[in-house]
């Protein structure tokens, strides 16, 4: 019997499945870079300006890029580059970095017309953009009139990801109003695929490296097992249904998607909250007034849902999981391949995805 250890939170955890019930297992591709390599990407970076680095999400790959250009700035005797991050990771961050020289603080939503500002994040796939990039990351944050715009631009109301779609065309148009500047990163579960520096509005092109790569012809399959693949992409329900989204197309009809998100911090965002609430019904996503962040979201799941069934394991009580939003909710990976076994049959083969957030079925 094989032992395939998913991401779940801050761990990971083992599905056990026996080899005539694996149909195959997914994982994301692409060569990573060696350090070499990482440096010479990053030569591009001022660092003898004064520069103060926003960390937008705390993922591996974003630490190992800021580590190097911290430990360029040792070699060169160059003053180290100032780190804000949000509140609510502000003690991540200070684990993450341990050197007591280096300034970490809270970032002040003020600051957004700061020119030292560098903003660093990942570039990954997303419903409603096609790519979630340092442009759409902060026109979710700071431009909320301007997410009614983007949404009404939307695709249809199934999720889009890995696509050219008109509604990242509204990010950039947001980021092309401020001097600041963006270190994107393209990276697997190996490391660092690929970066790019510059403006938010320009940075977005790695999205075409991550597609190259994340791009994987899968077909059709009755039953899937997602996991993000990382612990920042499982924290919410609202973040890792990205995964989902980016598996969708390669669940038969009438199948079963099973996702493995800890969601530690919940639901994640207004609407998913409103809806579970009682506060928001399904016909005010059709032609809302205004945007209420995580609109999406709901929207996709709730027409996804129609198509195939989606079963979770997490944290989360069942009172939001199951009685108001429709998914099956699971204790453990064991007991979801007790379910499907028993309910798919002895023989059900199943597909093993082991880095949802970064890879793209079609």
Request: with cysteine; net charge negative.
């Amino acid at each position: 019997m094989p032992e395939i250890w998913l991401s779940y939170g801050p761990t990971e955890v083992v599905l056990d499945i026996k080899a005539e019930n694996l149909e195959r297992q997914i994982e994301s591709e692409g060569q990573s870079l060696n350090d070499s390599e990482l440096v010479l990407k990053l030569q591009s970076v001022d660092l003898t300006k004064p520069t103060e680095i926003v960390i937008l999400e705390s993922t591996h790959a974003v630490k190992k890029v800021i580590s190097v250009l911290l430990e360029t700035c040792n070699q060169k005797s160059l003053p180290k580059p100032k780190i804000l991050v949000d509140k609510s990771n502000l003690h991540l961050v200070k684990n993450m970095f341990s050197d007591p020289t280096i300034s970490i603080s809270e970032f002040d939503n003020s600051q957004l017309t700061n020119a030292n500002l560098v903003f660093v994040g990942e570039v990954e796939f997303d419903g409603l953009f096609g790519y979630d990039t340092v442009s759409t990351k902060l026109l979710r944050r700071f431009g909320k009139e301007q997410m009614l715009e983007a949404y009404e631009k939307k695709n249809g109301n199934l999720p889009h990801p890995g696509e050219d779609v008109s509604a990242i065309e509204v990010a950039k148009k947001f980021t092309d109003g401020f001097e600041i500047s963006a270190l994107e990163i393209a990276a697997n579960s190996s490391g660092v695929i690929d970066v790019s520096i510059g403006h938010p509005s320009s940075t977005m092109t790695l999205s075409r490296s991550l597609s190259s790569m994340a791009t994987i012809d899968a077909g059709k399959h009755r039953i899937l097992f997602i996991s993000t693949g990382k612990e920042s992409s499982n924290e919410t329900l609202n973040k890792s249904l990205s995964a989902l989204w980016n598996c969708a197309g390669a669940v038969k009809e009438e199948g079963l998607a099973i996702l493995l998100t800890e969601c530690k911090n919940g639901l994640g965002s207004e609407s998913l909250l409103q809806y579970a609430e009682g506060r928001m019904s399904l016909d005010r996503l059709k032609n809302p007034a205004k945007y209420v962040d995580g609109m999406e979201s709901l929207l996709f799941l709730t027409e996804l849902q129609k198509q195939f069934q989606i079963g979770i394991v997490s944290i989360l009580p069942h009172y939001y999981t199951k009685d108001k939003l429709g998914l099956i909710p699971f204790g453990g990976t064991k007991e979801s391949m007790e379910y499907v076994l028993k309910t798919y049959g002895e023989r059900q083969k199943a597909v093993i995805v082991s880095d949802g957030s970064r890879v793209l079925l079609r």
